[in-house]
């Protein structure tokens, strides 16, 4: 079991999801297993993660690090990103869940970070930063009740720990 399971529903982008791979790659926190779950897209996703995830396999040297061997693939008819999700959060069991889109990519510090913070903050129920979308730095505030009911600035990408996620 990995400490973190990442979860990355997916629709018609495949252009984009092989950045995103690649950026979880990078991270210099490796205990995680990836997730994608199609959620019924059209556009050969199975086939363009296959190919690539089997030329990474024959490019390493040794599999250690590599996203290629811990990558899980869902397939569902379309029903929409939420339920991509949630059907994601069912077939995980690492005490800590990241959904992340497939047009993100993370900064290689990204997991170490977000899980150091949760390990040290035990009743804290999830994690999440500012982010940057193109060139824009999207800065966001410290957790507030209140701010929040008014504007959700809570992104997706927030690692969560498992034991407080709904459902669970």
Known sequence: MSAIDIIIPIYNQSNKIIDCL?????QSFQDFTVMVIDD??????????????????LRAKS???EISTKTKFIHQNHKGAPAARNNGAKNTNSP?????DADVTLNKNFLIKAYNVLEKNKNDSFCYTSFM????????????????KQIPYIHTTSLIRRSHFPGF
């Open 22 to 26: 690649k950026s979880l790659q990078k």
């Open 40 to 57: 019924g897209s059209t556009d050969n996703i199975q086939n363009i993660l296959y190919v690539w995830l089997r030329a990474e396999n």
């Open 63 to 65: 599999f250690k690090n």
């Open 96 to 100: 800590y869940i990241l959904f992340c």
């Open 133 to 148: 979308y193109g060139w824009k730095k999207f800065k966001l505030w410290k957790f507030d009740p209140e701010r929040l």
